[in-house]
């Protein structure tokens, strides 16, 4: 069971991207013949690659022969030891910190992202990352408002003060 | 004219206008620093500052600006894999992996050799060739633009030559991102759902950041440790031995510079593009081709020669038509017109002084920028083994900012975050970004080219036989395409895949076996 899980894992990055691939191509032909000629062509090129793709994980012979023509030295980082609970909690933090832009603004957000990250994340000492993130903050402050004067967002929260 | 070369260059000697030339040197390794803010933004910035100055200094800060952002981005390209402007994209591939390993210091040195020699290849040739450019400028079109593209695209296969197949899937991604926004030529937005910010496709800084900057930080927040490998020093040695680098692959040098002084003439083939293609080339016609993104001193020499090259070249269409060479170049315009000069024809004949001191002012801060670099190697390495977790998440708080502040859209900070994911999955699961984003690039300028030419060739592709520059590229691709293959047939010995052994034989097929059972 293990093993099935870990074979079918291997085929989803193709997967995925057949399926953005179909919706592209699905949007691509709603338009008029003219603009949508160059999509359409892009599009079942990349769906025709990716089939290629997919047949080269396959362990038949014409999987390993495509392989060992097309992509020798395709290697999957899965296989090296990477926590995935890591994985989703930093790409997680990546959703978080964009909204928090939109919500708090640039300078608040960048601040608690370096914090929140360094010393929950990264487990770091407690000093060490408020001292970062206020460094960072500050510096942000100073490199664009103040220097090159360009206005950062201030977050919807923050816009309009009660 | 050797008399205006003399008088542009006295003009600029002047220690009044030498102090706004550092000035603008300092400003240009800053701003090439941070992600996200390149010379467009910041010559945007400054246009309004130089009214009360004289037009010579006006040109010393401007000329000292570009020359110098490139050597700042190529700095955090080579220690966090960070591209600072653009350009750099392509010099992250050999420079971030010569960091890991320890070599900071041999990979910046030659990033500052090439930038200053480079630079002064390409104004020397501006200096040269300005009085004949608009016969060069006339004879490029929408065709040649559609081949100059299908060039590069052809070429990324190169980049990644162990994986051609992602390599043409990320590829194939990249042009779909291209084809996102208002199309001109057919008429009608695609893919834009209704959003003005996707009007004119997807801005390519926001996504550089986001697939380089930000995708690298995340893996290495994740996998813990520091940018650099576990088992190297963090000590800077041998920048001098990066110096000498350049002067010893002489040829991949005047290459890279020839490159991008040619391109750099174009109209609208950015620094970016030249970069990509002289990356290309080089590696394509290497004798270790796979060496290439693993830290080959070759592609650093290449990339940096070519987009310093273009610096200089961008001015000739710029000054001898009116024509913005680069998105840098539009905006210098408008510090040209502030100061009561119409860019065209007649500009050499009414301003000769103050355009050869600007070709002077963008030299010397080549070598200046260079040797600022140079000097701050050794601290700026130490970066490379800051732990990880404090690290990383600086690098992309400002590399967000960074992408707010390229034209203050919010909505860029979330096509950062989207191609950071986008970026993070390719690194997990091997699909070469590079070749995404060159695609995206090219791919624009691809689209647009060939709409264009069948437009005026009413759908004849005759038009792609007919002009001289277009047989020129014609040979160019063939000799891309066929060039291995030759070299292979008549027993020269060409870089082939990891394994050095003949593809298709029994072995490659059992080495390719072992490494699917591993999995």
């Given at each position: 069971m293990a093993k099935l899980r870990s074979d079918l894992v291997r085929y989803l990055p193709s997967a995925g991207a057949v399926l953005v691939t179909t919706a592209y191509l699905a949007i691509a032909y709603t338009y008029k013949p003219a603009p949508r000629a160059m999509p359409v062509l892009i599009g079942w090129s990349v769906l025709l690659l990716l089939g290629l793709d997919i047949l080269a994980l396959s362990p038949t012979v014409m999987g390993r022969q495509l392989t060992a023509r097309l992509n020798p030295e395709r290697s999957d980082?899965?296989?090296?030891?990477?926590d995935p609970r890591r994985q989703w909690i930093a790409l997680g933090s990546l959703c978080a910190l964009t909204l928090g832009f939109v919500l708090l603004g640039v300078l608040v957000a960048c601040g608690l992202y370096v914090f929140l990250m360094a010393a929950?994340?990264?487990?770091?000492?407690l000093l060490t990352t408020l001292v970062a993130a206020a460094a960072v903050t500050c510096s942000i402050w100073l490199m664009?408002?103040?220097?090159?004067h360009v206005a950062l967002y201030p977050g919807l929260l923050f816009m309009h003060p009660f | 004219m050797l008399e205006g070369w003399l008088h542009g260059l006295q003009s600029l000697s002047s220690p009044h206008e030498l102090l706004f030339l550092g000035l603008g040197v300092a400003v240009g390794l800053f701003v090439g620093v941070?992600?996200?803010?390149g010379g467009v933004a910041t010559l945007a910035l400054i246009t309004p500052l130089?009214?009360?100055?004289?037009t010579v200094s006006s040109f010393a800060l401007a000329g000292g600006v570009m020359g110098a952002v490139p050597m700042g981005g190529a700095i955090t390209a080579i220690l966090?894999?960070?591209?600072?402007?653009?350009?750099?994209v392509v010099t992250c591939l050999d420079g971030y992996p010569l960091a890991a390993q320890g070599k900071a210091g041999l990979a910046i040195g030659a990033a500052a050799s090439s930038n200053a020699i480079g630079g002064l290849i390409g104004t020397i040739t501006v200096l040269a060739v300005l009085p004949l450019a608009n016969i060069l400028v006339f004879a490029v079109g929408p065709p040649e633009f559609f081949l100059l593209a299908l060039l590069g695209l052809l070429l990324v296969a190169t980049i990644s030559r162990g994986r051609l197949l992602r390599s043409m899937i990320s590829a194939g991604f990249g042009l779909m991102f291209a084809t996102v926004g208002y199309s001109s030529v057919t008429g009608g937005a695609r893919f834009?759902?209704?959003?003005d910010y996707l009007w004119n496709g997807i801005p390519i800084t926001p996504p550089l950041i986001g697939m380089f900057a930000v995708a690298e930080m995340l893996n290495l927040m994740i996998k813990g440790?520091?940018?650099?490998?576990?088992?190297?020093?963090?000590k800077v040695t041998n920048i001098a031995g990066g110096l000498i680098e350049s002067f010893r692959h002489w040829g991949t040098l005047l290459q890279g510079s020839l490159i991008g002084t040619v391109l750099g003439c174009?109209?609208?083939?950015?620094a970016a593009v030249s970069s990509f293609l002289s990356y290309s080339i080089t590696a394509r016609f290497s004798?270790?081709?796979?060496?290439f993104g693993k830290g080959n001193i070759k592609g650093i020499i290449a990339t940096e020669a070519a987009v310093n090259a273009k610096d200089g070249s961008t001015l000739i269409p710029t000054l001898a038509?009116?024509?913005?060479?680069s998105a840098e170049m539009a905006v210098f315009m408008g510090i040209l017109i502030l100061h009561g000069m119409q860019p065209g024809p007649f500009m050499l004949i009414g301003h000769e002084t103050e355009i050869y001191s600007l070709i002077w002012a963008i030299t010397a801060s080549c070598f200046v920028a260079s040797a600022i670099g140079l000097l701050l190697a050794r601290p700026l390495s130490?970066?490379?083994?800051?732990d990880s977790q404090i690290l990383a998440p600086i690098v992309i708080v400002i590399a967000f900012a960074g992408s707010y502040a390229v034209?203050?859209?919010?909505?860029n900070i979330i096509v950062t975050a989207v191609f950071a994911l986008f970026g993070y999955m390719s690194i997990r699961f091997d699909f070469p970004r590079i070749a995404m984003v060159m695609a995206m690039v090219l791919g624009d300028i691809a689209l647009r080219g060939y709409q264009q030419s069948m437009m005026i060739s009413d759908g004849s592709w005759s038009i792609f036989f007919t002009r001289p520059v277009c047989m020129v590229l014609m040979v160019c691709i063939v000799v891309g395409l066929l060039a291995p293959i030759l070299l292979r047939k008549s027993g020269l010995r060409l870089a082939r895949g990891d394994t050095g052994r003949m593809p298709g034989t029994g072995e490659e097929v059992r080495d390719a076996r072992t490494k699917l059972s591993d999995g």
């Open positions: 980082q899965r296989r090296a030891g990477l929950l994340f990264g487990r770091r000492p664009f408002v103040q220097f090159l | 941070l992600p996200g803010l130089t009214y009360g100055m004289s966090l894999n960070t591209p600072g402007h653009g350009a750099n834009t759902f209704g959003s440790g520091s940018v650099l490998n576990s088992q190297t020093s963090v174009i109209p609208g083939c950015g004798k270790d081709p796979e060496s038509l009116g024509v913005p060479g130490k970066i490379t083994a800051i034209d203050r859209e919010l909505d």
